[in-house]
């Protein structure tokens, strides 16, 4: 088991507890099926203020189309690698918390991590909203995404997408609930330049990120990428 991988990304969430989101082709035939078109998302403060109301149950299968400032990218989520991950992941969705996020940790060759919320006092809201662990049942390899954790049933809001074959997590307990389908690149392209976060890099400190939010990230990080919004698929 490699110690320092799982420090790297326990200590994502860890900071977290220490500080307390087509054009149709149909023509005169009716019958022709229609190209994938993405569902507007508006922003629900009152579940983003109060995870208690994202109890939805998500699609078994579904996907979300991210907007970055680096370009698109799209995720396809099964429920059936990991039901509470995918659950958790489709109210943040439907309830607009990836708006204006950002992708505050990039380790080239491993990880990009997000779902910090920029706002502080949704960020607070989702500290302690913890989810139980779900069991492995996909590997985290290129392209997989999972929630971050500092421990057993540990998991909230941040995620990360695996850069390359990180296998080793799997033991670990990570379980991916998704997996990029489209734009990987862009994934790859995100500006990975302030590395691990502080004390021990030169990126954010995860602490401030969860009590100042995009004020903070704007002023002291001004290359980081955001995701600007994210999408439901039909």
């Not at 909230?156 to 390359?164: A, R, S």
């Not at 401030?208 to 919004?229: C, E, H, T, W």
Request: hydrophobic content about 40%; glycine content about 8%.
């Amino acid at each position: 088991m490699n110690i320092r991988t799982l420090a790297l990304i326990s200590a994502a969430v860890f900071a977290s507890s220490c500080a307390n989101k087509a054009q149709e082709t149909a023509t005169a035939q009716p019958t022709q099926a229609a190209v994938t078109q993405a569902q507007e998302i508006k922003t629900d403060m009152e579940t983003l203020k109060n995870p208690a109301n994202a109890t939805e149950k998500a699609p078994e299968t579904f996907k979300v189309k991210f907007n970055t400032t680096k370009g698109d990218f799209t995720l396809e989520i099964n429920r059936s690698w990991s039901p509470l991950g995918a659950d958790r992941f489709y109210n943040l969705v439907k309830a607009g918390f990836f708006t204006d996020l950002a992708f505050f940790r990039v380790i080239e060759g491993f990880m990009v991590q997000f779902g910090i919320h920029g706002d502080p006092a949704v960020a607070s809201a989702w500290r302690g909203a913890r989810i139980k662990d779900d069991p492995v049942k996909q590997s985290n390899t290129k392209g997989y995404v999972s929630y971050a954790m500092a421990g057993p049933d540990t998991r909230t809001t941040q995620m990360f997408i695996n850069f390359g074959d990180n296998e080793r997590l799997d033991g670990m307990g990570f379980s991916p609930f998704g997996k990029v389908i489209d734009g990987m690149e862009i994934v790859e392209n995100i500006y990975s330049g302030y590395g691990e976060g502080a004390p021990s890099g030169m990126g954010p400190d995860q602490g401030r990120v969860q009590m100042q939010g995009n004020a903070y990230l704007k002023k002291d990080f001004p290359k980081m990428d955001y995701i600007k919004s994210a999408q439901l698929l039909n």
